[in-house]
């Protein structure tokens, strides 16, 4: 009789578990604060209860809701009005958001290649969607706009301005990381390619005219061509477009 085999032990898994994290309570207050916020259960304009209030129905202490609240001010979903201890709930700015994106892209080494092909893909679309939905505010600030010296200032103002006039939301957000990471570039362009600002206002002038013709086909070409003469200008004035944003030179 042959003898009996042993059975065999069960191998140890070889994979690791991670530690389970456990949140501060005040990352959960703002949590749960904003997503009443965000389904607009709590509208925007409405003031908050007061800190010891909020903490009696959150369950903690005040200090903690004091965190959570903090933390939703700096981004830009509560602010407090001049002369009130109380939290008002309000909209983001596009610029404030854009800034955290624009910052976040960086660390990320975007490049200049990056942002102009972004560009290339979403202006012409966005000039068309001006031209189709503007209206005779927007144009007066286009007007406004294209009347001032090109300068590192006026260039972003300009794409901001089409952008204000498709009345889109989305595009005018979509845009202004982007813009934000140019602006850096635009001075050195301007600085050394003594005929970027005149080719810039050129552009300018004929995306203006087609936006208020209505015509969006026009003025898609005419964004179209306006992006491409920045990656010429770039290449003229010897900034790598393979660097980082951000990067030292």
């Not at 369950?59 to 979903?77: D, F, M, P, Y």
């Amino acid at each position: 009789m042959s003898p009996r085999a042993a059975p065999k032990r069960p191998t140890a898994a070889a994979t690791e578990f991670e530690p389970i994290r456990v949140e501060p309570a005040y990352r959960k207050v703002a949590a749960a604060l904003l997503e009443r916020i965000t389904d607009r259960t709590i509208s925007e304009g409405a003031r908050l209860p007061p800190e010891i209030e909020l903490a009696r129905q959150f369950g903690v202490h005040r200090g903690t809701v004091r965190e959570a609240l903090r933390e939703l001010e700096s981004n830009g979903v509560l602010k407090r009005e001049r002369g009130s201890k109380l939290m008002m709930v309000t909209r983001p700015a596009r610029g404030t958001v854009a800034a955290g994106v624009s910052r976040a892209l960086a660390l990320h080494d975007v490049t200049y290649h990056d942002v102009w092909e972004a560009l290339t893909a979403i202006e012409p679309p966005i000039a068309a969607a001006a031209a189709r939905g503007r209206r005779a505010s927007d144009l007066a600030r286009l007007d406004a706009v294209v009347d001032r010296d090109v300068d590192v200032e006026q260039t972003p103002e300009f794409f901001r301005a089409v952008g204000e006039a498709t009345h889109n939301g989305v595009f005018m957000l979509a845009h202004e990381p982007l813009l934000q990471m140019l602006v850096p570039a635009l001075a050195t362009l301007i600085e050394k390619v003594p005929q970027a600002s005149a080719r810039i206002a050129t552009a300018q002038k004929r995306i203006a005219a087609a936006i208020r013709a209505k015509d969006p086909v026009q003025a898609e070409e005419w964004m179209a061509k306006h992006v491409r003469d920045f990656r010429r200008g770039f290449e003229i004035a010897r900034i790598s477009l393979e660097k980082p944003i951000g990067a030292g030179s």
